[in-house]
């Protein structure tokens, strides 16, 4: 085999150290170790060093304090200490190729770039089947509740106007869901991987755009991801220039490595992969299927479950409610007069019909509630110093736009509003 450029070698190396590095267990990435049941216990240790590690670089390398110096779960995967672990993994896989380079005497290094082609497909299918089945089976993207309804367009964040656009369309969620699914599916086969990575590409290049553009916290990943798409196409680079830009025949891709020679680990190998694949199949499409069930299909709803607009106001209007939204059963959103937002605590008992309302750290007060008519609602108590006896009429789900337009195959206007 011809020896590898200078240049060539070296970014080979840092990419190996990078990507293997990228592979091991971390907060907010799937990784091969952890996807397997009952292995949860050996990335601990590992997750545990870094904290540490990177918790110490904050405070005594950055001259950092505070909470963002401390790793816990915000739902962001670009924290402080997020960036400081990409920068040690970067630093590290520096430090290692360096050495490495000036040890090697090697001069190509085919068989194992194959075997990191292993890693980083499997790694970015596994990848791409998390993020996908949690759309087709759509529980990444809820359907906009009564809250995000009654809020105006104006106070969402960037973030929240992507995640319920992304909502307002169950079909659309299924089928960018379905997108990453196959990218993954076809990376888990050499004979596919090349064509598993492009289709990988494209989805993540848009993933990527929309996190960067509507200021989505999972940049890092996104990044990488794409990168290890990028990485696996790289390979074939010239012969996909050559037939799909230069119109020119091209040789066929080696699909020989890595490949054991011994008969019986090739056959191990083989079953070794499709059980693998299998799990990760069921375990995806399991668990989706469960959370569809529970979130969608049979989800927990409270007894005033619904949007209100209020009728009666209390005498004085102190309390100057306007909109009640009623999504979750220990939450209830209110919408004042002048469109700021209350949100209380909410706990109910049905057997008495009443509800215990908690606001911050207040102090907790209990109303009751009775209905006496299908679309209305009656509060009565004490609400804080304030006795109250509130009218609210119920909305009906059917009337709001976004949720009732539906699908037109003809259109004589358009209705963009």
Not at 225 to 239: G, H, K, Q, T, Y
Not at 295 to 323: F, N
């Amino acid at each position: 085999m011809r020896p590898w450029p200078l240049p060539l070698r070296m970014l080979f190396r840092f990419l190996f150290c990078y990507y293997v590095l990228y592979a091991l267990p971390a907060h907010g990435t799937a990784n091969l170790l952890e996807v397997l049941p009952g292995t949860s216990w050996m990335a601990s240790p590992y997750t545990k060093f870094w904290d540490a590690v990177e918790t110490w670089l904050a405070i005594h390398a950055f001259h950092l304090s505070g909470h963002v110096t401390t790793r816990f779960l915000t739902g962001s995967g670009d924290t402080t200490l997020d960036y400081i672990q990409t920068l040690c993994n970067v630093v590290v896989a520096l430090a290692v190729a360096l050495v490495w380079s000036m040890a090697a005497r090697r001069r190509e290094y085919g068989r194992l770039h194959a075997w990191l082609c292993v890693l980083v497909r499997y790694t970015l299918g596994v990848t791409m089947l998390s993020y996908g089945f949690a759309k087709v089976f759509p529980l990444q993207f809820a359907t906009p509740g009564f809250a995000r309804l009654l809020e105006p367009y104006g106070e969402f964040s960037p973030m929240g106007a992507l995640w319920w656009f992304m909502g307002a369309s169950t079909p659309y969620v299924i089928f960018s869901g379905s997108m990453e699914v196959l990218g993954g599916l076809l990376l888990f086969f050499r004979r596919t991987t090349t064509l598993g990575a492009m289709v990988s590409a494209v989805v993540l290049t848009n993933i990527a755009a929309l996190n960067y553009f509507y200021d989505v916290p999972v940049k890092l990943y996104s990044t990488n991801l794409l990168l290890m798409a990028v990485f696996l196409i790289a390979r074939d680079l010239r012969r996909l220039v050559r037939f799909l830009v230069l119109n020119q025949a091209t040789e066929p891709a080696d699909l020989s490595a890595p490949q054991f020679q011994n008969r019986k680990l090739r056959i191990a190998a083989v079953v070794l992969q499709v059980l693998f694949v299998g799990y990760v199949l069921y375990d995806n499409v399991h668990g989706g299927w469960q959370g569809y069930q529970a979130s969608r299909v049979h989800p927990k709803r409270p007894p005033l479950y619904g949007a209100y607009d209020v009728e009666a106001p209390p005498a004085g209007d102190r309390l100057r409610w306007r909109k009640v939204a009623i999504d979750f059963p220990t939450a209830i959103l209110v919408r004042l007069t002048d469109d700021t937002v209350q949100r209380f605590g909410a706990k109910y008992d049905e057997a008495k019909n009443t509800v215990t309302l908690t606001l911050g750290s207040g102090s907790p007060s209990t109303l009751a509630y009775s209905r006496p008519d299908p679309d209305h609602l009656l509060l009565t108590g004490n609400l804080g110093p304030d006795a109250v006896s509130l009218r609210l009429r119920k909305l009906d789900p059917s009337k709001f736009l976004l949720l009732n337009r539906g699908f037109h195959w003809i259109n004589e206007y358009p209705l963009n509003r």
